[in-house]
């Protein structure tokens, strides 16, 4: 487990660069048959892709950037309403002319002019296929038969940027539509109780997808070094990035 644990800390040090220095982000490239794909680790639920040139955010928290510092959005993703992921300030700083936002229906309510997905929709926006995936609770619950995430409300995505199909599951666990999905080469995964995922249900769902890459990430203080050994020969490469 040690040597599982060096290894990915050296990956870290060697593929992860400082990208925002005052915001504490870094970015790994990942090659794609249109170009290179950047992927930026804001931090929690919050990730940047330059891609084409093109920006696009994922659910932006002020929290965790100063987003006056950010380049602009092309595109906004929100997955779902709750307050760390749908942030109306953050958005604002996004914005210019022409940017364009993609949201689940109870986060478009307070985004006016942003296009709807619902769960199983595809359509392509800024040149980007973009699939949106249910993303709920099955197992973890606010009160009893109160899930977190109730079916329905959220979205996960799966982008694909030059024929590599990213997934950025948003907040859910191991349902059957997620592991359900095909051609997954990279995926984000959440891992945070009591909210999403234990490692168990991040290890079941990525033996399902079987993405080349799978970053964890809103994983809060879950011991990141489970899901290595979890999936340890798996043939999956599992990276760790700061993703709190």
């Not at 995964?189 to 799978?214: F, G, H, S």
Request: charged share 15%.
């Amino acid at each position: 487990m040690v040597k599982r644990i060096l290894s990915a800390i050296l990956g870290l040090l060697l593929v992860a660069v400082p990208l925002w220095a005052n915001d504490g982000g870094c970015m790994d490239t990942i090659e794609t048959s249109a170009g290179d794909l950047q992927i930026s680790f804001i931090g929690h639920g919050t990730l940047m892709f330059a891609f084409d040139g093109k920006i696009i955010h994922v659910d932006p928290w002020s929290k965790l950037a100063d987003y006056a510092k950010l380049p602009k959005a092309d595109l906004i993703l929100i997955t779902h309403e709750h307050q760390d992921h749908l942030d109306l300030a953050a958005v604002e700083l996004l914005t210019k002319p022409g940017t364009q936002m993609v949201a689940s229906r109870p986060a478009a309510v307070h985004l006016p002019g942003s296009l709807v997905m619902q769960n199983g929709e595809s359509k392509t926006v800024q040149g980007l296929a973009i699939e949106a995936v249910p993303a709920y609770n099955l197992v973890h619950m606010r009160s009893e038969g109160v899930p977190f995430h109730p079916k329905g409300n959220g979205n996960g995505y799966v982008v694909t940027f030059g024929g590599t199909r990213v997934l950025v599951a948003g907040d859910t666990e191991n349902t059957p539509e997620l592991k359900g999905l095909q051609g997954v080469d990279v995926a984000f995964l959440p891992m945070n109780l009591p909210y999403t995922m234990t490692p168990e249900m991040v290890a079941d769902a990525a033996l399902a997808l079987q993405p080349k890459i799978l970053y964890p990430y809103h994983f809060g203080e879950t011991d990141t070094a489970r899901i290595l050994d979890l999936l340890a020969g798996s043939g999956i490469d599992v990276r760790i990035r700061a993703m709190q």
